[in-house]
């Protein structure tokens, strides 16, 4: 038996996101509630569109909905500009889980990642905190997929920086909140 697997799998993490990064809880039902809060308040004011408040609410929506569908648990949102009609930076986290021990190496996970991902991404591995990790960065994105003590699967945190760019401030930033997570 390898020393990942004779870990004891996590029943919790931490992970250090700014207090203006708006929370949605993707384990409720409120959550779309919670959505159409975060979507009114920044539109409200900022001289954006009913039409483009939609649409926003409309991507928001279905990114949530489609993470649900792979294990999302939680979504953070952050305005890059106020007053701006694009999309807020986000953190979308998910939890993939596999029996015990049958979690692929961060280094498989890598090399299949690369295979299926846009030509675009750079895919490494790298050591957090938390753990080997593999990471999948384009021009707007950063992925960390965070191999689980124990075998147990990955938790993704997926970043997207649609106006900012992964290699700015908010790039770095997201480096840092990757960097913080801590299992419990």
């Known amino acids: 038996m390898s020393a990942t697997t004779a870990e004891t799998p996590p029943s919790d993490y931490r992970l250090l996101v700014p207090r203006d990064w708006f929370r949605v809880d993707l384990t409720h039902e409120r959550w779309r509630r919670q959505l159409k809060t975060f979507v009114d308040k920044e539109s409200a004011g900022s001289g954006v569109s009913a039409e483009v408040a939609r649409t926003v609410w409309t991507t928001l929506r279905n990114t949530a909905e489609h993470g649900l569908s792979q294990g999302a648990l939680e979504f953070f949102l952050k305005t890059e500009s106020p007053g701006e009609s694009a999309l807020p ?75 900012s760019g992964s290699e700015g401030s908010m790039g770095e930033l997201c480096d840092a909140m990757a960097y913080s997570l801590r299992w419990v």
């Open 89 to 163: 930076a986000s953190l979308l986290i998910s939890l993939a889980q596999t029996p015990r021990g049958s979690a692929p190496t961060p280094g498989d996970f890598a090399q299949a990642l690369a295979q299926r991902t846009a030509r675009n991404a750079e895919v490494d591995v790298v050591e957090l905190p938390a753990g080997p990790t593999v990471r999948a960065t384009t021009d707007t994105t950063i992925d960390f997929h965070v191999h689980m003590p124990g075998g147990v699967g990955y938790l993704h945190l997926a970043f997207s920086m649609p106006l």
